[in-house]
């Protein structure tokens, strides 16, 4: 069984910086993309940032500049150091990755992290 666990999340003053980070366990044979997500109250779940394979990245326009998503392979872990919140970041965050545990690589999802940008 696959798990994606996130940790991270808090209150932080505007202009503020916070690290999450998600790690996946389990039978992993490997995994393919990596991203994290994010919702806020009333409204759809949007993408934060991506990270490929090649560590080729995308961000929200929302966050360019301010947000940085890296991987570390060895450790299945993917982080989004967050920096310059503002109270519009305030969301659950969303760890995704597509796993391969055998045949076709399947996506999985963290049970989120809350981050408040709150003075």
């Known amino acids: 069984q696959v798990q994606l666990v996130e940790s991270g999340g808090g209150l932080v003053q505007p202009g503020g910086s916070l690290r999450l980070s998600c790690a996946a366990s389990g039978s992993i044979f490997s995994i393919n993309d990596m991203g994290w997500y994010r919702q806020a109250p009333g409204k759809q779940r949007e993408l934060v940032a991506h990270?490929?394979?090649?560590?080729?990245?995308n961000y929200a326009d929302s966050v360019k500049g301010r947000f940085t998503i890296s991987r570390d392979n060895a450790k299945n872990t993917v982080y989004l150091q967050m920096n310059s919140l503002k109270p519009e970041d305030t969301a659950v965050y969303y760890c995704?990755?597509?796993?391969?545990?055998?045949?076709?690589?399947?996506?999985?999802w963290g049970q989120g992290t809350q981050v408040t940008v709150s003075s």
């Open positions: 995704n990755a597509y796993i391969r545990v055998f045949g076709t690589p399947v996506n999985y």
């Open positions: 990270i490929f394979n090649d560590g080729s990245t």
